[in-house]
């Protein structure tokens, strides 16, 4: 076994993050697969998703802001998965804080991209999968499943872009029944997520919320 070997996580394992049970309920995956360190799933997390088309001035935003994040030493969770996702893991993979990367399929035989191994040898980032080793595609279902997982294990989540009526605002609308804490940036293109009752993302970061 290599050091970047996956492991698994059975539920009722003390390195289970019990919040995948709570808010996913029938649902719950009960072994999860892992590559890392596991203990980053008992850190307090903030959880990210963003549609794939996002406007211009939001990118920007959101690359300031999760640079400010990643002083903050916050832990991030995401699939990472969009264009904007993926930009936000570049900025946090260059700082010291714990990730968390959850891909949407099965990671027995994944190939560990070359960004991934200094991190993962510092045991600050983690990549943990729900599906089993037979679910080996990315499908629009596996995705949103597995935003679902992510946004369960996380404690807060920002939301920079939802584009209304998208995958992505559902979530949004899930996540606020379960009560979570959900930020956005406020802008006009946030109109959909304001209305909602979503909050200002430098709330949290001003406040050194974690």
Known sequence: MTRFSPYRIQQGESNYPSFVTKYLQENTHRTLTAIGNS?????????????????????????????????????????????????????????????IICPARSIDKMRIKTEYKKPLEDRRLLIVSPFTAKEKRISSERANERNRFAGAIATSIFIPYA?????????????LTWNKPVFTIQTGSAANLISLGVKNIENLVIAGAY
Not at 50 to 79: A, F
């Open 163 to 175: 584009e209304p009526n998208s995958n992505t605002e559902k979530l949004c609308r899930e996540l």
């Open 39 to 99: 203990k980053i799933l008992q850190n307090k997390a903030l959880a990210v998703f963003c549609s794939n088309k996002c406007p211009g001035n939001i990118i920007l935003k959101t690359h300031d802001l999760m640079k400010q994040i990643r002083e903050k030493g916050i832990t991030v969770i995401s699939g990472f998965h969009s264009a904007v996702e993926r930009e936000c893991l570049n900025i946090l993979l260059k700082g010291r804080e714990p990730v």
